[in-house]
């Protein structure tokens, strides 16, 4: 567990839950927003300085509990943090006895995502330095502007001295700048390469209390001047020194394990440990009076390379694992346990698994005779960070018959992507995207620590209100997919939610645009999020579980309690297939593109024209368009083209389609009221305002980011807030006023805010 979440966890109270007055008679299917929520007007483009407060009883607000972001334990609760996207967040406290959820608490306006008295202080600050790649540091914040020679990649407190692995602190940026500019220079193409030129300016610093300091390298003994990790644990203390492979030689050169001999002023390489070769030390850890060290076997390195563009890409560089071990050093004595290294699937993006297993360790529990190893498994996304997150894993080591046991993500913890263990009194609880999950020692095995969130996915994409009901439907608004798909459907008389999952459906593509006829039936047009760049539908990527039900793309019909999807438009086009997986702006052929409705009528843009619908399907304007929307007002059909003029230029022409009479005009656009059909796909969560759910852009942005214009009975424009998110939408239902940020849903009761919002 991070240095951070400890001192987080140290402050934790035990026994404040008896104080808390938080659900009352409210149904557990919804949290409270904080007092600070408020209606304030916009007077002269400016937000007023004051407003007036929402009470409580008129606000609830309905969350998306997944990706689990910090933990801590007390003696009677487990404390979980979760992420609501960027900005928001919310905290849940789990009875350790039974494992319910007993207390549910979201800020809306930033940290404390969770009262301090219950759940402990705000974390750590971001670290300045980030260990990232095999050992370099990367500098961040402060630190970098303050223009620091040197950084510290490990610290450590022992015999009367403070003891500092140091690195330089613009080696980072240096080495990226040149390794980006001199692509003929073979050394700076490599990490055994760029290492090697690290060795030589690294060090480590011991400072007593009068002031004193002594530098010691690999002269003094060191196995190599990268140490990545100090420990103090049986009366030594130890470090993990970064390795460095020879490519050449085809041989490891400096790295491994020492430890400091105080007698002599001298650290000591650790050969072997328990007979077996000691070498890629990533786990270093006291637990007691004993010290863990986790380290791998292995001949040869997997993917010495880096990539570069706006930084250094970890590449693959990782020794080519022939076995996994992990030892104690207990009175005096060492022990060792190895097993073959967890094998690795498929990598991001079709990218097939590592020609040898590269599985390393990282962190370690102990519940009596059982140790839990957290390792990173996995080759790292084709990205610009150097210190890219490898899945995490788990294994349990039996300490009495040395047998391990290990464990599948889906099928035994209930997880997707692992970020983090944390090992507190007597719990262990690993962190995934889909929440916490927790070992229960007598059933032995994992069990999910349920939040009773309502929404399925952070990502809101369209809203609709169908009678006394909201739908709600998602998308992939990110690098990864953060949830689940289907639609989500709060009931207004029951006061509680529903989902119609994937299966029932038919697809479990994202939801593009949701619409309610005047009938009752709901069309709902399903597209795959639309991305032309790294983030395509499929194949997955991390944080990413692969669909039960396709990904079909479509229009769907739900009439008269059933659903039927596809539903058919335009004619089919020769061999053409069903759409699936990944979306390719420049082949739809076939496919919708967009869905608007005028009254009771349906418009959808397929490739060859406008449709018009339901019923019997009939083309009413022929020609290549690059996007559908409707005018302000609601009963005039826009679409948009492109006319290639003489020279090679491209104008744009606005087409109004009045379906009441069936007569369309023709306007010349300027080219900045339509974008590109390819650009408007892949940015369209910037539509108008009420087009789609999400509307990033407002009138005035320098309120918008923490508040949201909102209607009201009042004078003048009206918002609600602090939100901090830069996601809102606001979806008006009979009964209440809604307000969709990332990962939660705000509503504001008409009933009891009559003089506000109206009936």
């Not at 102990?366 to 294994?395: A, E, H, M, W």
């Not at 609601?634 to 022409?653: A, N």
Request: aromatic letters at 10%; a neutral charge; charged letters at 25%.
């Amino acid at each position: 567990m991070p240095s951070g979440s400890r001192r987080w966890a140290a402050a934790v109270a035990a026994a404040v839950l008896a104080a808390a007055a938080f659900l009352g008679a409210v149904t557990r299917s919804m949290a409270e927003p904080p007092s600070a929520l408020e209606f304030r007007e916009i007077a002269g483009g400016r937000l007023a300085e004051s407003g007036t407060a929402i009470p409580r009883e008129a606000a609830r607000v309905s969350l998306y509990l997944g990706d689990a972001a910090r933990a801590c334990v007390t003696d009677k609760n487990v404390a979980v943090d979760y992420g609501l996207g960027t900005y928001g967040g919310a905290g849940v406290l789990f009875d350790r006895a039974s494992g319910a959820a007993v207390e549910r608490r979201t800020v809306l306006d930033g940290w404390p995502r969770v009262r301090p008295e219950t759940f402990g202080p705000p974390p750590a600050p971001r670290p300045k330095v980030r260990l990232g790649g095999p050992g370099m540091v990367q500098v961040w914040g402060e630190m970098r502007r303050e223009g620091s020679s040197t950084v510290a990649a490990a610290e450590a407190r022992w015999g009367g001295r403070s003891w500092r692995a140091l690195q330089p602190a613009d080696f980072h940026n240096r080495i990226s700048r040149a390794g980006y500019e001199d692509r003929q220079n073979t050394s700076l193409q490599s990490w055994s390469g760029i290492l090697t030129r690290l060795n030589e300016e690294c060090y480590v610093e011991a400072a007593g209390a009068n002031g004193e300091s002594k530098r010691y390298t690999m002269a003094d003994g060191l196995p190599s001047n990268i140490v990545t990790r100090f420990a103090a644990g049986g009366d030594s203390l130890w470090a993990a020194c970064a390795d460095i492979y020879d490519p050449e030689k085809k041989a490891w050169g400096p790295g491994g394990l020492a430890r400091y001999d105080a007698e002599k002023n001298r650290w000591e390489r650790v050969e072997t440990i328990d007979g077996r070769p000691v070498r890629w030390v990533t786990l270093l850890e006291v637990h007691g009076d004993d010290l863990w060290v986790g380290f791998r076997e292995g001949d040869g390195i997997e993917g010495d390379r880096i990539w570069y563009g706006m930084g250094i890409g970890v590449g693959l560089y990782r020794p080519k694992a022939t076995a996994v071990v992990l030892a104690r050093l207990s009175g005096g004595k060492w022990k060792a346990w190895g097993r073959e290294p967890l094998a690795e699937g498929a990598g991001p993006y079709g990218q097939p698994p590592s020609a040898a297993p590269t599985e390393m360790p990282q962190a370690l529990a102990r519940l009596g005779n059982r140790v839990f190893l957290y390792s990173g498994v996995g080759g790292p996304l084709p990205s610009y960070s150097f210190d890219y997150q490898l899945t995490g894993r788990v294994s349990a080591l039996d300490l009495n018959s040395g047998a391990w046991r290990t464990f599948d993500n889906e099928k035994d913890v209930g997880q997707d992507l692992l970020n983090e263990m944390v090992a507190e009194r007597g719990e262990v609880l690993l962190l995934g995207n889909r929440g916490a999950s927790r070992w229960d020692a007598k059933a032995e095995a994992w069990r999910f620590l349920d939040p009773g969130g309502e929404l399925k996915n952070p990502m809101m994409s369209a809203a609709a209100a169908v009678g006394d009901q909201l739908w709600v439907g998602y998308t992939n608004q990110s690098f990864g997919v953060l949830g689940e798909q289907g639609i989500s459907v709060f009931d207004e008389k029951k006061h509680r939610w529903s989902h119609i999952p994937p299966a029932e459906i038919g697809t479990s593509c994202p939801v593009r645009r949701m619409i309610a006829l005047p009938g009752g039936d709901v069309w709902v047009f399903f597209m795959p999020r639309p991305w032309g760049g790294a983030a395509l539908e499929c194949p997955l990527i991390r944080r990413e579980t692969r669909p039960a039900i396709p990904t079909a793309w479509g229009v769907g019909l739900f009439s008269g309690g059933k659903w039927t999807f596809p539903i058919a438009i335009g004619p089919k086009q020769a061999g053409e297939e069903p759409m699936t997986g990944v979306y390719n702006a420049w082949d739809t052929s076939g496919m919708p593109r967009d869905v608007v409705a005028v009254g009771d009528r349906l418009y959808a843009l397929l490739a060859d024209g406008l449709y018009a619908g339901p019923g019997q399907w009939k083309c009413v304007l022929k020609g290549e368009f690059t996007r559908l929307r409707l005018a302000p007002g609601g009963k005039t059909v826009q679409l948009f083209r492109s006319v290639r003029k003489e020279g090679g230029k491209i104008d744009y022409e606005r087409i109004d389609y009045d379906p009441a009479t069936g007569k369309s005009t023709v306007t010349p656009s300027d080219v900045d009221e339509v974008q590109n059909y390819v650009d408007e796909v892949q940015n369209w969560y910037v539509f108008d305002a009420g087009e789609t759910l999400w509307d990033r852009h407002g009138p005035d942005t320098t309120w918008i980011g923490d508040w949201t214009q909102v209607p009201t009975r009042r004078e003048g424009l009206w918002t609600v807030g602090p939100l901090e998110s830069g996601y809102h939408a606001v979806i008006e239902t009979p009964h209440a006023l809604w307000i969709a940020s990332e990962g939660q849903l705000l509503r504001l009761d008409r009933a009891r805010l009559k003089e506000w919002l109206g009936k």
